[in-house]
T-cell receptor, first 110, second 113 residues
Framework: GENVGLHLPTLSVQEGDNSIINCAYSNSASDYFIWYKQESGKGPQFIIDIRSNMDKRQGQRVTVLLNKTVKHLSLQIAATQPGDSAVYFCAEANTDKLIFGTGTRLQVFP | SQTIHQWPATLVQPVGSPLSLECTVEGTSNPNLYWYRQAAGRGLQLLFYSVGIGQISSEVPQNLSASRPQDRQFILSSKKLLLSDSGFYLC????????????FGQGTRLTVV
């Protein structure tokens, strides 16, 4: 669901480590899921997506895992870099609606 | 290629004044269109979405309204702004039929004073 009133949780990682950002979605009928990255003062930027008939998808340095049984989505970022510092949102979608999760702020330390 | 334009980038309005934010999309036809609001340090709340001209779905009861007078134009309005309407407003488009990501405009930061 939309927990948009909650402050963003923060994940702090050291440069070079792997990051795992988690997300719970609410609608079991959602058939498409997206991860977005948002930098301060800008609109969200697409990172990676996954359809409900898959449980894993890999991109460049990023992997998305989908567990439909528990309605859970995760984003794994390999070898995290300072440029990865941002807020990350998952989104669940059906044909018409696109609903965002709470979001997680990722802070990368040198 | 497709582009989305949203303006203005920033806006300061007094309480009780009207609001009109405009969003237009180029390079695609019959897109789904969305308005989101984001409070500082928080998530994106879906306000309205539209799957066609004149078709508006409202997600939360509020002081705002939306209209889609043309296929690629989406307008967010208010007759009288409240302090609680302050926030970062984002317009997005997505191909109809589902299964694709949404593309966002650069946002409008609205401050109601």
């Amino acid at each position: 669901g939309e927990n948009v009133g909650l402050h963003l949780p923060t994940l702090s990682v050291q440069e070079g480590d792997n990051s795992i950002i988690n997300c719970a979605y609410s609608n079991s009928a959602s058939d498409y899921f997206i991860w977005y990255k948002q930098e301060s003062g800008k609109g969200p930027q697409f990172i990676i997506d996954i359809r409900s008939n898959m449980d894993k998808r890999q991109g460049q340095r990023v992997t998305v895992l989908l567990n439909k049984t528990v309605k859970h989505l995760s984003l794994q970022i390999a070898a995290t870099q300072p440029g990865d510092s941002a807020v990350y949102f998952c989104a669940e979608a059906n044909t018409d609606k696109l609903i965002f999760g709470t979001g997680t702020r990722l802070q990368v330390f040198p | 290629s497709q582009t989305i334009h949203q303006w203005p980038a920033t806006l300061v309005q007094p309480v009780g004044s009207p609001l009109s934010l405009e969003c237009t999309v180029e390079g695609t036809s019959n897109p789904n269109l969305y308005w989101y609001r984001q409070a500082a340090g928080r998530g994106l709340q879906l306000l309205f979405y539209s799957v066609g001209i004149g078709q508006i779905s409202s997600e939360v009861p509020q002081n705002l309204s939306a209209s889609r007078p043309q296929d690629r134009q989406f307008i967010l309005s208010s007759k009288k702004l409240l302090l609680s309407d302050s926030g970062f407003y984002l317009c997005a488009w997505r191909a109809s039929g589902g299964g694709t990501e949404a593309f966002f405009g650069q946002g409008t930061r609205l401050t109601v004073v």
